[in-house]
Nanobody
C-alpha cells in the first residue's frame, strides 16, 4: 500500500495550491480517503475525507469554503484544492486511508477517520508566507 502526496510549495497568503495523492496497492473506492496535516510542534489535524460507502465528503471547520477534496477512481488519485490560503495553513500535508466505516454521530466523521487510519504516505510541505 502506497500513498504518495505531491503538489506542495511556498505561496503567498490568498494563493491556491492543488495537492495530489497517487494511491497504489488498493482500490481507492474501497477505502475512506482523505488528508490530514501537521504543523511544527503541533499534532495531526484532520482536514477532509471522502467516505467509501456513499462518497460523502467531510471538512474540518477551519477549511470549509476554502478547500475542496475530490478523487479520480480511474486514476487512483485523490486531490485537495486549496484556495485562499492563510499562514496558519502552513504544515506538512499527508493523504491517508481508512477501512473503518464512518458510522458515527453527525459531525464526528472526520474524527473517526483520523482515529482509524490504516495507511498514510510521506507528506508534502505547504508553506504560506509573504
Amino acid at each position: 500500500v502506497q500513498l504518495q502526496a505531491s503538489g506542495g510549495g511556498l505561496v503567498q497568503p490568498g494563493s491556491s495550491l492543488r495537492l495530489s495523492c497517487a494511491v497504489s496497492g488498493f482500490t481507492l473506492e474501497d477505502y475512506n480517503i482523505g488528508w490530514f496535516r501537521q504543523a511544527p510542534g503541533k499534532g495531526r489535524e484532520g482536514v477532509s475525507c471522502i467516505s467509501s460507502s456513499d462518497g460523502s465528503i467531510y471538512y474540518a471547520d477551519f477549511v470549509k469554503g476554502r478547500f475542496t477534496i475530490s478523487r479520480d477512481n480511474a486514476k487512483n488519485t485523490v486531490y485537495l484544492q486549496m484556495n485562499s490560503l492563510k499562514p496558519e495553513d502552513t504544515a506538512v500535508y499527508y493523504c491517508a486511508a481508512s477501512g473503518t466505516p464512518l458510522v458515527v454521530p453527525i459531525g464526528h466523521e472526520l474524527t473517526l477517520f483520523m482515529n482509524a487510519l490504516d495507511a498514510w504516505g510521506q507528506g508534502t510541505q505547504v508553506t504560506v508566507s509573504s
